[in-house]
């Protein structure tokens, strides 16, 4: 049997688990405040082309969206997302349960455009109760998407234009952001997110890491007092030591990008394979994660062959189905999906 | 220089990074349900004489704390605490942060007493003013406490019968359990805790492991649906695994006991020797926790060898500090730090 | 210029008045403890058909949503509404400020059909993701709606099927009740709402009181410690004789039905008028609301007769807009409305 | 039976259900939009001696404190209060349930020391694990205190001055505000309160009106959306002229603090003949709370003539008694509560 249901079924990056080994019984100082951690915020803001900006270092994805959208709205604000993002279906109202409101738009292919942002808020301000109502105090979007479609930069560019426009901050989701940046067509960089988000960050758990999610604030100070927030939040390791040598591991000698690049390399290979075979895909998704409508027929004979995530059930009675690669992803296994399928 | 400032300074008993390493590229489902997982739950279990309670497992301390508080409590309630407890002082207001007070009694050597307890509520059910005040919901302890000192089974009995009597649970913060367990004159076992409390938690984060602590519910069910609460409070691990592992280790061969044992004999010979040096202990801590009094002299000597925590300044000038033993502690330090004062 | 913009422009009903001012200067104990309020209480079980039901008495609509549904639910769980509820877009995310979500589905006529929620559910606790989601866990429903149309018996009844097939709790707002109750073709009483919703309330603020809504919890007990949540929830009125007052005046000789017939009076005869002048209605309001869609020379018309509230622009250009009769309409002003138009 | 266990047995000033009834049918826009609010924030912000302030009208106290401290602070910041305070003990967890703990300081007669606060927050900063803590972010008073004690100007000046120094706003409590304002020696005017606090409100409550408290924001603007937050909150009166017309009659012509001396003047003659008689006063209170110890023998005395509440039952077996006065207590109650007792 085959596993291609998630990107998150192995381990780590064997270099990470080798750097665990070698440094595992070095006494060093807690919270994210020792040498490695210090080594490893360099590292990413020196790819990010930042100076003087801020990396905090959290370790699971709903974490990490529930404490920075807590602490930067205000009790009267709320955030903005695609109907289809993860903080509005998938992580059990975090967002909620701290207090603020997540307001959805319609997505299209997974994605918010700066347009559909632009004429929420308009109409929200226009609105004649617009005082009894929710403000959109900052957007929410994930690169890569939900559906594994991916921002170009002018999209980027637009729905930053339009945040400082209203002057709200614009926070990318990067559970997944190393398969965006190597993505097919991809144009964007960790430079440009850095230029156009007020706060993103790197997801680790899914591109190599055991876990570890690195969030980057380009604008030292942007959020007072982040720390303490991230503390009460339950998110702060006490051995913070441990992300501070996956993120250094991952952010030396390119490994997050080379590992990420494999992983698009199999998920092109299998769509490409698939499509030769005749199956339809759904989304046009360029990254790790692949989307085919299968009918009946062609599900049966799925599942006897790899584990998958079935997406949606279609009104006409097909299904949606997800296949995911990984920095861990065989090609042998890839090669077998394709055969017997 | 030594190190005996906390007891989180390493990374993870060198077993579990071996098994880490041997389980790494098998593929697993996420989310804890997994089979190591359930190897772990089922070791921890029988450890603890249960046949069908619950064992969930979270990340860290602050996180376990605010989410079962939150899980256990109604809007109207708190939770009851002594004035040292972690959750009252140390956790970023992570309590209040989900919607609840922390009720604080005056601590004895950093535990809480029956009497005191029963005390507290039968004054609140007898104030006219009751039902404008918070309603005690249930109680906290930390077993060993934040002074290093521990419940004796008479005490943890008495408390129980106390939180049963006024029906409502009784939780115990066992971040660093395994310290107390092992404590010279502890006449606790986890079979106890099991019978005694309504939750608690076995810590592995300062007992040998990376990070994780094991959520005990002796009665399946308790909780309706923590899993959700767990997901929407930032506190599920994707790759659960990582947390299977560790306890599965700790729990193979009584791991966990006998790296705690260790722990508690470093620090008795270091007490043992301060003390024969005219140092003055201060609490009277039995675990891996050791508080002594310090003049000026004395902490400038003491700064010259080795780092510490300073817990807490006398208004006579003197200084209390603690010094913290682990897992990890080699006798060789213990030798050096005593030789050197 | 006349005003039929909402159902609040008024103070209270003359009688309430009147016996504000004889009771004025008594002297009792706060916090609806008083004898006026058990009064209104007695009164408005006998007319719910209760003998054991508790009836607590709050300030506000929205105060009231929060607070009902903050003690229903626990955290993992969020409510269940019309996409057009008034806690879903114009409470300024006071629910989601209490830590739940609200689940919106789409509504038909401003209402939520028990089939619509029953397949949401089943939906839900099909979904493979359904434990990372917020756990449906209660029902919200206004009668009558924002859009001022009236949920049928065999409506409410099939929802209340649905709730207790799922075995969550049914709650009506009933800001408005009076004007639902006493709808041309209502067929809902008091006694089928304490029968069919697990909570309830009877507003006071837009059928003739000053301010206050009667919430009505047909099962005593059933949410335990409200008093206390209300207390909490900022809800407590000191004065509670204030409260107690006004209902008592309102279930009196059936005031509260009265002056509730009297504003459908209104509002029947205004939208027949309109109707015969050519002006389109929009949704079929059996209400005190009425709506309609207006061309750009009728809204230009319409402003320089009377305020209203603009409800939607539409497509078209067109615009729908609200007019609102209430206890307090006098007669004339309706004739002048339609004899100017 | 006589009464003098609380302030607000009695409903409103005459004057004010007078202008009530006066207005009764006006027909005005709600939400405290209306013109006689805003005639009643004039006269407010004159009495205040500001000329661009806010004014807010609230509907209760608690629900005042929990919206005004939820607007000021940020995710990691708590309020310093007395240990005495309202908001410690006697809102049923309003604060915490708006996410934030009450950071208390022991009282001395109730009130706050400057030192004790600077201090506190000096000790806060030194604190090595001081980010793990939460951030001390306001300060808030109560003038008068809930021991009836008031706050001199040079008091006032120096907590103004330290909160200024650490740079948090300070928050004044004054739901009994008019008889501090009116005590035996009292030298604090509106002016100085709105001259050295950043938000402070004058209770209406307890003082002449129904319900009400008028919020005053010296600095416009410093609390950005605060309506939305008070809607939010479940404080937006929605027929807001009631509170615009209470608060209109109580600051035409000084009735608010005409009245306020009555009550002062009685609680004056009733302390000093019950001295005479040789009862024991407890605390200082110069405004219209008189606190008594009693012996046994005196509170079964007390008991047979007059209401009043149960303080607090000291460990000698005596009991402390409050009795309160109040705008309406009548001098013929006084008298006869002197002459029998």
Redesign the interface.
Known sequence: ML?F??D?????H?LI?ER??A????????YGCDEVCESARRKILSACGLTDGEVHFL??????N??VI??LL???E?VIAADTGHIA?????????G????LTIPHHDGKLSAEAVDAYIEAFRRD??W?????PGMVYISQPTEYGTIYSLAELEALSEVCRKWEIPLFADGARLGYGLMAEGSDVTLKDLARLCDVFYIGG??VGA??GEAVVIPRKGFI??F???I?????????G??LGVQFDVLFTDDLYFRIARHAIEQAARLREALVAKGFQTYYSSPTNQVFFVLDDEQLQRMRRVTSF??WEHLDDGRTVVRLATSW?TRPEDVERLIAEL
């Open positions: 596993h249901e998630n998150y079924m192995e381990g780590a064997p688990l665990l080994a440094t595992n019984m070095q006494q060093c100082v807690g370790v699971g994805g709903t974490q990490t529930a404490t807590r602490a205000r009790p009267y709320g279906l998938h992580e059990a109202g975090a967002i909620e349960a207090g603020h409101k997540v004649e109760a005082d009894h109502m929710v403000w758990t899914k055991m876990f007072p007092h720390f303490t927030t503390k009460q939040s339950g998110a702060l390791l006490a051995k030591r441990m995530s079935e861990a």
